[in-house]
């Protein structure tokens, strides 16, 4: 079951923008309910400079998440999911992010 719903993350991941895949990544590293093992301070800065460069709004206007009803479908996912899982899915993700560059 819990392979399921990371598989269904995954996939929404790759159907993704890049500027959503940015999006979600910082939403990730900005909550605190989220156990997220990796280094967030530092990916936080790199993403936030990457959506910095390709999302005018981003950069110039203060932003609401949820306005973007796909990154909060994917973060209410997350939420549903075990530490180990949402893990999973976070590091496909900056990995999946790290390969558009």
């Known amino acids: ?12 991941i790759n159907d993704m923008d890049i500027k959503d895949k940015l999006r979600l990544a910082i939403c990730i590293i900005q909550s605190k309910w989220y156990g997220l ?10 993403f936030d400079i990457m959506l910095k460069d390709i999302d ?3 950069r110039t206007t ?4 949820g306005k973007y009803k796909l990154v909060m479908f994917a973060m209410a996912k997350l ?20 390969l558009e560059k």
């Open 37 to 46: 093992i990796y280094n967030t301070k530092e990916n936080y800065e790199k």
């Open 62 to 65: 203060l932003i609401n998440f």
């Open 1 to 12: 079951m819990e392979n399921e719903k990371v598989k269904y993350l995954t996939d929404m």
């Open 56 to 58: 005018e709004e981003y």
């Open 79 to 98: 939420m549903e999911m075990e530490t180990t899982d949402q893990n999973k899915v976070a590091l496909y993700l900056f990995n999946n992010i790290n």
